[in-house]
């Protein structure tokens, strides 16, 4: 391949895969070589990121993902998609490892409110712990103007649950409890909009969306942002 993107995956797998599957389905076409061309690098042994980013002792996920990144940039992709809101942790590191753009998602998520609840004011974030203690998306919504809300002791422990017991350990998610997170997020915290800062709830968020009250769906936008980028890639060709 001459033109193609790589995708820093695996962490987790499902929500890679939740990646490929909305990139696919939202990629027009008429055949089979209408599809992008891309590398998805499902590396799943990438230390967990919240584990390290909480206690530095632990096995960093750094050092895998810049091997990955040099590894990579010799095929020289036209760009990378870091599928994990966690890792972006060591976005500055790791866009530094190499020439090629890395995608940044915390931005485009936050850019993307404006579309999708142009009044919003107050913005709810959910995420991991290591998202929500790291402040990786604190600058971000406050240099968009809006008020950063972050989840009670109580809902970041209903987050976790989702994400690591439901689906890290058991491989499917609990509607029930992802949307209950989202109704809470909104109704008590009084949230406008609520970002989802993990791709596990996105992928929860694929399995039984959100209708009620307004999401940012991080990786749903990063999917659309690849789409875009790769649809002028491959116009490029002709």
Known sequence: MKKFF??????GTLATESYVRLLDKRTPIKCDQDYLD???VNHATVPDRTAWILDH???????????????????????????????????????AATDIP??????????????????AKRVGLLGTSGTLASGIYDSYITKAGYTEVK???ELE??????????????????????HELIRRMTEEMNCDIVILGCTELS???EMDPETEYPVADSQSIIVDRSLELGLKMQKGKE
């Open 6 to 11: 790589t995708v820093l995956g695996g962490m």
């Open 38 to 40: 891309y590398i998805v």
């Open 57 to 95: 002792s632990k096995p960093s996920p750094v050092e895998p993902l810049l091997d990955d990144i040099k590894q990579q940039s010799l095929l020289h992709p036209e760009f990378f998609v870091l599928i994990c809101n966690t890792a972006h942790y060591s976005y500055k590191t790791l866009q």
């Open 102 to 119: 890395i995608l940044n998602m915390l931005q485009s998520t936050v850019d993307a409110i404006k579309k999708i609840k142009p009044n």
């Open 151 to 153: 989840p009670t002791k």
């Open 157 to 178: 422990e209903m987050t976790e649950d989702l994400i690591y017991h439901d689906i890290k350990e058991k491989g499917k998610s609990d509607g029930h409890k992802y």
């Open 203 to 205: 992928f929860a968020e």
